[in-house]
């Protein structure tokens, strides 16, 4: 009888320590497969937004937009009528590139200052994946001459040890055509306004360019020191008016395209 009981509880204990032992092991288990859920979850709403942010879609198209026009105030940029930039393009300003959400057209640019105000330039470009572009808004709303300029910021690759640049004129006033002098030797001849010139390689190096009013000695801007790097893409424009003294004066600026 004795042996029985003693039988017994080795038999409740045993399957008490084997229950406890499985309990253990289902909540061990369960935490694991929660950590490893949490894991998986964090990872894709991180792959999700880096996506999203340096490559929407997939498309890899860059653009981006010089708002030249003195008085056409801060724009927009729409895309199936929805705001795509962060921030306005304002005057001069240069933002840099972005990474566009569609390839559907038309990219609409409208006013800043009032939401839903009119369409002021209408786009309707063939966008690649994989490229870059540029659109120069230029001239003057009060004279109804507000235009665009878009390039295709892309090309084939410079020679070893070669940079590419190329010139828009987007100055109003430069309509009997610029001329554009590369450390004293002509690059660009008698680009005239609203157009721009191809791409043309010049050795690695510093330079001045001069941008001079075309078949006369006029000086319009220099711009000095400009670092040509192997590989690298650029472009030069001309903006502003050459009978005004003020912010909306004859300028020159650079821009890295590659």
């Known amino acids: 009888m004795q042996g029985s009981i003693w039988d017994l509880r080795l038999i409740f204990n045993t399957t008490g320590y084997l229950h406890m032992i499985v309990k253990n092991k289902w909540k061990i288990s369960g935490l694991l497969l929660l950590c490893a859920a949490g894991l998986w979850f964090s990872s894709l709403l991180s792959s999700c937004g880096k996506a999203s942010i340096s490559n929407p879609k997939g498309l890899n198209i860059k653009y981006e937009v010089l708002n030249l026009s003195p008085d056409v105030f801060p724009v927009n940029l729409y895309i199936k009528f929805l705001v795509v930039n962060n921030s306005p393009f304002t005057f001069s300003v240069n933002p840099g590139y972005f990474f566009v959400t569609a390839l559907d057209t038309p990219y609409l640019i409208r006013t ?7 369409v002021l330039i209408s786009r309707h470009d063939i966008l690649k994946s994989g490229a870059a572009y540029s659109l120069f808004i230029t001239g003057n709303v009060a004279n109804n001459s507000l235009t665009s300029i878009f390039t295709v910021d892309t090309a084939s690759l410079p020679a070893l040890g070669r940079g590419k640049i190329r010139f828009v004129n987007a100055s109003p006033t430069g309509v009997s055509g610029i001329d554009v002098y590369a450390n004293g030797t002509k690059a660009f001849g008698n680009i005239v306004y609203p157009k721009f010139s191809d791409y043309m390689e010049l050795p690695n190096g510093y330079y001045d360019f001069q941008l001079n009013t075309s078949g006369s000695g006029a000086i319009l801007q220099t711009l000095k020191n400009v ?31 590659r």
């Not at 800043?112 to 009119?118: D, F, K, L, W, Y």
Request: no cysteine.
């Open 112 to 118: 800043a200052v009032t939401s839903g105000g009119p």
């Open 227 to 257: 670092q040509i790097q192997d590989g690298r893409l650029y472009t030069l424009y001309s903006y502003g008016y050459t009978n005004r003294t003020d912010s909306a004066a004859f300028n020159a600026a650079l821009i890295t395209n």
